[in-house]
T-cell receptor
Framework: KQEVTQIPAALSVPEGENLVLNCSFT??????LQWFRQDPGKGLTSLLL?????REQTSGRLNASLDKSSGRSTLYIAASQPGDSATYLC?????????????FGRGTSLIVHP | EAGVTQSPTHLIKTRGQQVTLRCSPI?????VYWYQQALGLGLQFLLW???????NRGNFPPRFSGRQFPNYSSELNVNALELEDSALYLC????????????FGPGTRLLVL
């Protein structure tokens, strides 16, 4: 059974810092990995999607890397801003009976203070 | 283009009651997924519907059920509510099943007293 762990569970940093959020998974036979952002009490917004054949994806100040063999992904946030405050979730999709149902980590709660 | 919509936004029920949550997918999407996000437990997969049929089910008791209508909208029904059913219920839709990207709705917050 796939397990996804995110470290740290919570993070509080001053504005401007560069951040690294970690995601690890136990079964490396994945199809893709996706990073989401969730604002309090809200739905999920997709940030970056990395296919299993890719090593990284970039969008603006965000960069996500994937090391499938070691079962790890990192989300790098450059020059953090208060608007980045949210919970960040990673989700791993693997083939299970053809359903590709994602397994989510519990998230990293990020606070960026001015 | 409208995103995934869910109703109601908030709901308060008492233990033993029944509840129905609704989800409208993005136009053109045929797959709908339901997830439960309880405090401290992370997102847990509940159900997957595609083309009107249940395709997969998570590790939840049978009192969690649902259906998908011909217009691809979906309902999630929970019978005999228990206190631990209190959670944010999220719906997601995708163009098709399998690995297609899922787009999430804002969720329905359910509180069971």
């Amino acid at each position: 059974k796939q397990e996804v762990t995110q470290i740290p569970a919570a993070l509080s940093v001053p504005e401007g810092e560069n951040l690294v959020l970690n995601c690890s998974f136990t079964d490396s036979a994945i199809y893709n990995l996706q990073w989401f952002r969730q604002d309090p009490g809200k739905g999920l917004t997709s940030l970056l999607l990395i296919q299993s054949s890719q090593r990284e994806q970039t969008s603006g100040r965000l960069n996500a890397s994937l090391d499938k063999s070691s079962g790890r992904s990192t989300l790098y946030i450059a020059a953090s801003q208060p608007g980045d405050s949210a919970t960040y979730l990673c989700a791993v999709r693997h083939i299970s009976g053809g359903s590709y149902i994602p397994t989510f980590g519990r998230g990293t709660s990020l606070i960026v203070h001015p | 283009e409208a995103g995934v919509t869910q109703s109601p936004t908030h709901l308060i029920k008492t233990r033993g009651q029944q509840v129905t949550l609704r989800c409208s997918p993005i136009s053109g999407h045929t797959s709908v997924y339901w997830y439960q996000q309880a405090l401290g437990l992370g997102l847990q997969f509940l159900l997957w519907y595609d083309e009107g049929e249940e395709r997969n089910r998570g590790n939840f008791p049978p009192r969690f059920s649902g259906r998908q209508f011909p217009n691809y909208s979906s309902e999630l029904n929970v019978n005999a509510l228990e206190l631990e059913d209190s959670a944010l219920y999220l719906c997601a839709s995708s163009l098709a099943g399998g690995p297609s990207t899922q787009y999430f709705g804002p969720g329905t917050r359910l509180l069971v007293l």
